[in-house]
């Protein structure tokens, strides 16, 4: 049987993102924000590279997220606090 939580709980990542997540400017992102970033985005983009771009607020800090996934649409290789960013309403 497989254990669901534990599943539900994972996320794909790169080496890049375990090493730069590391920054004391990033140690602070929780991966339920990342995660709420790749499902409920408030813009998304894809870069001519195919990775794709992902913003959400983060409502208990009045900041937006970046998450920048692989072209597989799931594997996080970078998030960060985008101080640049402005959601159009």
Not at 17 to 45: G, L, M
Not at 55 to 62: C, D, H, M, P, V
Request: hydrophobic content about 35%.
């Amino acid at each position: 049987m497989r254990n669901l939580s534990l599943e539900k709980s994972y996320m794909k990542t790169t080496q890049y993102f375990e090493y730069t997540r590391q920054r004391p400017d990033r140690k602070c992102i929780k991966d339920e924000w990342i995660k709420d970033a790749i499902i409920h985005p408030v813009r998304q983009e894809i870069q001519p590279d195919g990775r794709i771009k992902k913003w959400a607020k983060i409502q208990e800090l009045n900041k937006y997220l970046r998450v920048i996934l692989l072209s597989d649409g799931e594997t996080v290789h970078n998030a960060f606090f985008d101080r640049d960013f402005k959601e159009v309403k």
